[in-house]
């Protein structure tokens, strides 16, 4: 049974850093594409951080330009978990975040919801002083 369970939320003041973790199990956590999605009161789902494995095994990082070079996505296999390490956090960070998985390579970018089929529950992060 796959499984997805987020942690790791809260409030936050501008320029903090908050660490998300993401906790899987009933799949093999490398041969996945996980990734990190927010939703803000009123917006779409978006997707912030991928972390997927390409044809040749190669590990790949893509994240939305919001978040670059202020969030890193990382991977813990023998613990079955990624995170998200958020800093610089700003107002705009706040919102819903939740991890999903797909068995299917990313190519490009973050893709959209519609194309994970495994979803956490979320947790919130608010950003404010």
């Known amino acids: 049974q796959v499984q997805l369970v987020e942690s790791g939320g809260g409030l936050a003041q501008p320029g903090g850093s908050l660490t998300l973790s993401c906790a899987c199990s009933?799949?093999?956590?490398?041969?996945?594409?996980i990734g990190w999605f927010r939703q803000a009161p009123g917006k779409e789902r978006e997707g912030v951080a991928v972390?997927?494995?390409?044809?040749?095994?190669?590990?790949?990082?893509f994240y939305h330009w919001s978040v670059k070079g202020r969030f890193t996505i990382s991977r813990d296999s023998a613990k079955n978990t990624v995170y998200l390490q958020m800093s610089s956090l700003k107002p705009e960070d706040t919102a819903i975040y939740y991890c999903a998985a797909t068995p299917y390579e990313m190519v490009g970018g973050t893709g959209y919801a519609y194309e994970y089929n495994y979803w956490g529950q979320g947790t919130q992060v608010t950003v404010s002083s």
């Open positions: 972390i997927t494995t390409d044809r040749d095994g190669d590990r790949e990082i």
């Open positions: 009933g799949f093999t956590l490398n041969r996945h594409t």
